[in-house]
C-alpha cells in the first residue's frame, strides 16, 4: 500500500476540527436547554441534582454508545462532566425559596470562604443576608434584630467564644454552626439559645460552584420540626444530607480528617527534613505517586491556622497519633528484622479486613489517574 501523504493527514485532521466544532454547537445546545430546565426547577423547588434521571439517562447512553461501536464509557465519562457544568449554571438561575417568611439570615463569619459560599446559597434563594463579622461586634444587635436564621461559620477554635458572645437570639431563631467538629459547639449553641439548634458539617471546602452530590452531615439540636424547611432549602441547592449523632460525627472525624492530616503533616516535614527535591520526584513519579504527592502537598498550600485547629480541637487526636506511632513501630520491626512473610501475612490480613472496599478504591482511584493523566499537557 503507497504511503500516506502528510497532505492527506492535514485533511482529517480539518474533518476532526469540523466534528469538534460540530460538538461545540451541540454543546451549546445542551447548555441552553439546561437553561431552561433549571428556570422550571427553580419554580417549583426541585433539587439541582437528580439522581435517578441522570443513571437513567448514562444507562441509555452506555447502550446506544455500545451499539454504534463508541466506548460506552467514553460518554459517561463526557455527560458527567458535562453535568457538572449543568450544576454551575443551573445555580446561577437561583433556587426556589422555601421560607419566604422567615427573618433574615445572618452569618457569623460571613466573609470567610465557607460563610461566603453559604451568603450567595442563601441570597440565590431570595432570603435576605446580613453579615456579622469579626468588625461588625459593636453593631451585633441591629445587625442579629429579627433575625430567623444564625449560622456559625467562624474557625473552630472561635466556635465555642463566638457561640457565648451572641446576645439573646430570637425564640423561633434557628442557631446552626459549619464547624468541622460538632459535640462541643452543639453543647454551646444549646446552653446559648432556647429555641431551634442543630449542627451542620459540610463536608467540602468552600471553592465550589455547586452543592451538587456534595454531602452536609447533619446533628440534630433541638426542635427539629421547626428546622425542616432550612434542610429542605439545603437539598434543593443539590446536596445529600447524612444523619449522625455529634459523638459519632466526631469519631469518624478523627480518623477521616485529623489522623489524615496529621499524617500528611509528617510525611511532608519528612520531605522537607530530607531536602526532597518535588521537581526530581515528579519526573520519576507514576501518575499514582503523582496523585499521593499531590494530596500531601496541597495541604500546604492551605492555611495552617485551619489544620493545626482541626488537628489540636479534638481531644482524642494525641491518643490515636500514638497508637498510629504502635503500628508504625510493629512495621519497623517487621522491616529490621527483614521478615518478609510476617509483612506479607499482615498485609493479606488488612486485605482481607479491606474487603470489597479494596476493589472499590482500586477502581475509583483508578479512574482519578484517568482524569489526571488527561489533564496533563506539554504543549
Ligand atoms: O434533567 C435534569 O433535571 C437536569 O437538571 C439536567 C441534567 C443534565 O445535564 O442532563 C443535570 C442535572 C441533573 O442531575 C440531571 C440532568
Not at 500516506?4 to 474533518?15: A, F, I, K, V
Not at 531536602?275 to 492555611?303: K, N, T
Not at 482511584?365 to 493523566?373: D, K
Request: aromatic share 8%; proline share 4%; net charge negative.
Amino acid at each position: 500500500m503507497a504511503e500516506r501523504s502528510s497532505q492527506e493527514l492535514d485533511r482529517l485532521r480539518d474533518r476532526i476540527d469540523e466534528v469538534d466544532k460540530d460538538l461545540l454547537t451541540l454543546l451549546r445546545r445542551r447548555l441552553d436547554l439546561v437553561g431552561e430546565v433549571g428556570s422550571i426547577k427553580h419554580e417549583q423547588g426541585l433539587p439541582i441534582y437528580a439522581p435517578k434521571r441522570e443513571a437513567a439517562m448514562l444507562m441509555k447512553r452506555r447502550e446506544e454508545a455500545t451499539l454504534m461501536g463508541v466506548p460506552p464509557q467514553l460518554i459517561e465519562d463526557l455527560l458527567r462532566r458535562i453535568m457538572r457544568e449543568s450544576y454551575a449554571s443551573e445555580n446561577d438561575v437561583g433556587f426556589k425559596c422555601i421560607n419566604p417568611d422567615v427573618g433574615p439570615i445572618v452569618i457569623v463569619g460571613g466573609a470567610g470562604k465557607l460563610g461566603t459560599l453559604f451568603s450567595q446559597l442563601f441570597r440565590l434563594s431570595g432570603y435576605e443576608v446580613r453579615i456579622l463579622d469579626k468588625d461588625d461586634w459593636p453593631n451585633a444587635d441591629a445587625i442579629l434584630d429579627g433575625a430567623g436564621v444564625v449560622v456559625v461559620s467562624v474557625p473552630i477554635h472561635h466556635t465555642n467564644a463566638v457561640i457565648a458572645q451572641l446576645p439573646t437570639l430570637p425564640k423561633e431563631c434557628v442557631l446552626l454552626d459549619l464547624t468541622s467538629i460538632k459535640q462541643a459547639p452543639l453543647a454551646a449553641m444549646l446552653s446559648k439559645h432556647q429555641g431551634p439548634v442543630v449542627g451542620l458539617h459540610p463536608m467540602f471546602g468552600p471553592d465550589l460552584s455547586s452543592l451538587a452530590k456534595q454531602v452536609v452531615v447533619v446533628c440534630h439540636g433541638r426542635d427539629e420540626a421547626r428546622y425542616q424547611w432550612l434542610l429542605e432549602q439545603i437539598r434543593i441547592w443539590g446536596a445529600r444530607l447524612h444523619e449522625a449523632p455529634a459523638s459519632e460525627h466526631d469519631q469518624a472525624m478523627q480518623l477521616v480528617q485529623a489522623m489524615r492530616h496529621f499524617t500528611a503533616f509528617v510525611y511532608g516535614a519528612h520531605l522537607r527534613r530530607e531536602r526532597a527535591d518535588l521537581d526530581q520526584l515528579l519526573q520519576f513519579s507514576s501518575p499514582i505517586y503523582r496523585l499521593e504527592l499531590a494530596m500531601v502537598g496541597r495541604l500546604f498550600a492551605q492555611d495552617a491556622k485551619l489544620y493545626g485547629d482541626i488537628i489540636f480541637s479534638q481531644p482524642d487526636t494525641l491518643a490515636r497519633a500514638r497508637h498510629y506511632m504502635d503500628r508504625y513501630q510493629e512495621a519497623l520491626k517487621m522491616l529490621e528484622h527483614g521478615d518478609k512473610a510476617g509483612f506479607e501475612a499482615q498485609f493479606n490480613d488488612i486485605a482481607d479486613w479491606f474487603g470489597d472496599f479494596a476493589k472499590q478504591f482500586q477502581s475509583e482511584s483508578g479512574n482519578m489517574l484517568l482524569s489526571a493523566n488527561d489533564n496533563r499537557s506539554e504543549a
